[in-house]
């Protein structure tokens, strides 16, 4: 099947492949710098909540990434023996531990990463910001969909009622299957 056949399917195809690229970088980063990747992702998801000024905790990495109690323990002890995350106890509530990167994370990070970062920057500003209000817009949808169904609850068609929805209409029971003929 190629994408003259199915034009619809383009831009899931260059989505494909611009994760799969993503996905080959970032392993040639963990890599090259004694890390799995998902200490990658969860360095990430602690430099995401620093720009977003939240409070970085064992709990929101082990929420993001999906892993339990043990396994985010391994990991923060992982990074923090290599020099990348350090455990603080917060100011306003000594039970609680924060979680920041170091700055020679940072640093490594950024001169990786750094180019590519540039690269995306300047392709952004050969769009008009309508385009840019399109891209972000799609790039959220899709975000929220493939965050729905990591969740399990596979986003719905357009004018579909959610199931959590009590008032929405429900269909009838379903039609019995039909036997399927077999060829000899």
Do not use: K, W, Y
């Not at 619809?8 to 690229?21: C, G, M, S």
């Not at 910001?129 to 929220?144: D, H, M, S, Y």
Request: glycine share 10%; with cysteine.
């Amino acid at each position: 099947m190629t994408d003259e056949a199915e034009p619809d399917l383009r831009l899931v195809h260059q989505l494909r492949a611009l994760t799969i690229e993503l996905n080959l970088l970032g392993g040639e980063f963990a890599q090259r710098n004694g890390l799995h990747p998902t200490d990658l992702r969860a360095l990430v998801c602690l430099l995401d909540a620093a720009r977003a000024g939240s409070p970085a905790t064992p709990g929101l990495v082990g929420a993001q990434l999906g892993l339990n109690s043990a396994g985010t323990t391994a990991l923060l002890d992982r990074l923090e023996r290599l020099g990348h995350v350090r455990r603080v106890r917060d100011t306003r509530d000594r039970r609680r531990v924060l979680l920041e990167v170091e700055d020679r994370a940072v640093a490594l990070g950024q001169a990786f990463f750094g180019p590519l970062i540039s690269g995306i920057v300047a392709a952004g500003q050969d769009c008009s910001e309508p385009e840019l209000a399109a891209i972000r817009r799609f790039l959220g949808a899709v975000q929220g969909i493939v965050a729905e169904q990591r969740a399990g609850t596979p986003a719905q068609p357009p004018g579909t009622p959610s199931p959590a929805d009590p008032t929405a209409a429900r269909p009838g029971p379903a039609p019995a299957a039909r036997p399927v003929r077999r060829r000899p």
